[in-house]
């Protein structure tokens, strides 16, 4: 799932070479870690977090699938 969230915020970013992600497992939760360049925190949120709404969205339903919980954080 880290290659997948990476390379959907790597398209959404104006600096996709800023983008830093960290992939953390405790059992059956997932804690994704994505860290932006100063600029691109708005592009990723999204207007009232629609974009970030729509990520977790998707992490959950493949969660759901694989029998995880994916946690995603944005991390300033």
Do not use: N, W
């Amino acid at each position: 799932m880290k290659r997948a969230v990476e390379k959907i915020v790597k398209a959404l970013v104006g600096h996709p070479d800023d983008v830093e992600i960290s992939e953390a497992s405790d059992g059956k939760t997932v804690k994704i870690a994505v860290r932006v360049g100063e600029g691109d925190m708005g592009r990723l949120i999204g207007r009232e977090g629609r974009t970030v709404k729509a990520i977790r969205s998707l992490l959950y339903h493949a969660g759901q699938k694989q029998g995880k919980r994916f946690q995603l954080d944005i991390v300033e």
